[in-house]
Nanobody
Framework: QVQLAESGGGLVQPGGSLRLSCAAS????????MGWYRQAPGKERELVAT???????NYGDSVKGRFTISRDNAKNTVYLQMNSLEPEDTAVYYC?????????????WGQGTQVTVSS
């Protein structure tokens, strides 16, 4: 099993910044992808950003140029630096780790951390 522990959410004014962290522990072997997804009230969960073990990144269109994802492989930790935050970024942010083993994809999720952008 894999456990994900998120931190760093909170309340911030429009234009401000926040940094989220997610540390993975447990049965982690080989290459895996880590990332962030978010879900606002009444909306479906959407991609924020992902990063592979090799450092390749992918971003949702709404956050490109404002958010930066990074990871520390030695610590099995992923970070999300969020700048120029907008009220539309308000959501619960979920950390995700996915890994392929034996031809099957395994997905693990954190419990979520609330980000609220409001004046």
């Amino acid at each position: 099993q894999v456990q994900l522990a998120e931190s760093g959410g909170g309340l911030v004014q429009p234009g401000g910044s926040l940094r989220l962290s997610c540390a993975a522990s447990g049965s982690i072997f080989g290459a895996y992808v880590m990332g962030w997804y978010r879900q606002a009230p009444g909306k479906e969960r959407e991609l924020v950003a992902t990063i592979t073990s090799g450092g390749n990144t992918n971003y949702g269109d709404s956050v490109k140029g404002r958010f930066t994802i990074s990871r520390d492989n030695a610590k099995n930790t992923v970070y999300l630096q969020m700048n120029s935050l907008e009220p539309e970024d308000t959501a619960v942010y979920y950390c995700n780790l996915n890994q392929w083993r034996g031809g099957r994809r395994y997905d693990y999720w954190g419990q979520g951390t609330q980000v609220t952008v409001s004046s």
